[in-house]
């Protein structure tokens, strides 16, 4: 089955500076990478994803790319803000209706002004 | 707004005690839905496909007689804890996404937080 590893579990950044998560996956049938940002005690949100017939995808100060050959996708926040500290999930699946997200372990991210 | 609605979102119990889950697509049809557990400071961990109509898909590991999986309409999937104990304390979040239809995202509940006392 799917495997998703995401690094780092935590990052601390400047309000204003760019913050990076990295995430792999292992199952070549994988064509939809969400990624999800999740506060405390509360469902994880949809901020972005992409598919894999796309190789970057933006909104606004989130941007997401994908190398499909590495099998590797990849989530950048620019301008970071302090509400933006919270904690952020790649999943990776194959996009069908009865196929699961299978998610990465988390990364904190802390956003300090 | 909300698309998929869980209820309860929280339970405080007594060991020994079974509690239901519920999972309800709002406004669209699931053919499938997933049930997630999150312990504190943990990724979500599916523990099983819910298949309308038919037998539910367990995760290596998770116990079937244990977390009874229910998925009787196209709207609606329940989830029952047996036996609660405090290990089974956790996060309890379904999702589900629209039936018949490519490039939707998954739609999740609000999650139930389960406390076993």
């Known amino acids: 089955g799917e495997n998703v590893e995401q690094h780092p579990s935590t990052l601390s950044v400047q309000e204003g500076d760019s913050a990076v998560i990295k995430c792999t996956y292992s199952?070549?049938?994988?064509?939809?990478f969400p990624w999800y940002k999740q506060e405390l005690g509360k469902r994880p949100q949809l901020i972005i994803d992409?598919?894999?017939?796309?190789g970057e995808k933006k909104d606004q100060r989130i941007a997401v790319t994908l190398n499909k050959t590495a099998k590797h996708f990849s989530l950048h926040i620019t301008e970071t803000q302090p509400e933006d500290s919270a904690v952020y999930f790649c999943?990776?699946?194959?996009?069908?209706?009865?196929?699961?997200?299978?998610f990465g372990k988390g990364t904190t991210l802390s956003v300090s002004s | 707004g909300a698309v998929v609605s869980q209820h309860p979102s929280w339970v405080i119990c007594k060991s020994g005690t079974s509690v239901k889950i519920e999972c309800r697509s709002l406004?669209?049809?699931?053919?499938?839905m997933f049930w997630y557990r999150q312990f504190p400071k943990q990724s979500l961990m599916l523990m099983a496909t819910?298949?309308?109509?038919?037998?539910?898909?367990?995760e290596q590991g998770v116990e079937k007689d244990k977390f009874l999986i229910n998925h009787a309409s196209l709207t609606l999937s329940t989830l029952t804890v047996t036996s609660a104990h405090p290990e089974d304390s956790s996060f309890y979040i379904c999702s589900a996404r629209r039936q018949g239809r490519s490039n939707q995202p998954q739609h999740f509940g609000d999650g139930t937080r389960l406390s076993i006392l």
């Open positions: 199952d070549s049938a994988s064509n939809y």
């Open positions: 406004d669209f049809q699931a053919t499938t």
């Open positions: 999943a990776a699946s194959a996009n069908q209706a009865g196929t699961a997200l299978i």
């Open positions: 992409i598919r894999s017939n796309v």
């Open positions: 819910s298949n309308e109509g038919s037998k539910a898909t367990y």
